[in-house]
Nanobody, 125 residues
């Protein structure tokens, strides 16, 4: 299984971007998909996750009400719609897949076994 992110780029403060994460392969052993981000000199942090069925979502407080995670079931693609972007949102954004039964803490990077290569988001003031 491979995860491929796209959609990053340069945006001004207050702008919007939509990130995509396409999963490819024959079988997808995921219970959850998530977005994490990592800014230079900082640890990778949880942004949002969605159940593979698409029924439940959760957001970090820092992005709640501004970001929306969604999933296209038939295209095996997860999206992160980002609005009202702030300078502090600038980071490399990673898509991750959690294997069914891997653990209960969906907010820790260590819980996820599959990762994309990342897509960079730059926010200018």
């Amino acid at each position: 299984v491979y995860l491929l992110e796209s959609g990053g780029g340069l945006v001004q403060t207050g702008g919007s971007l939509r990130l995509s994460c396409a999963a490819s392969g024959r079988d997808f052993p995921f219970s959850n998909m998530a977005w994490f981000r990592q800014a230079p000199g900082k640890e990778r942090e949880f942004v949002a996750d969605i159940s593979w069925s698409g029924g439940s979502t959760f957001y970090a407080d820092s992005v709640k009400d501004r970001f929306t995670i969604s999933r296209d079931y038939f295209k095996n693609t997860v999206f992160l719609h980002m609005r009202s972007l702030k300078v502090e949102d600038a980071a490399v954004y990673y898509c991750a897949g959690k294997v069914t039964g891997a653990g209960s803490n969906n907010y820790q990077a260590a819980t996820y076994s599959y990762w994309g290569q990342g897509t960079e988001v730059t926010v200018s003031s």
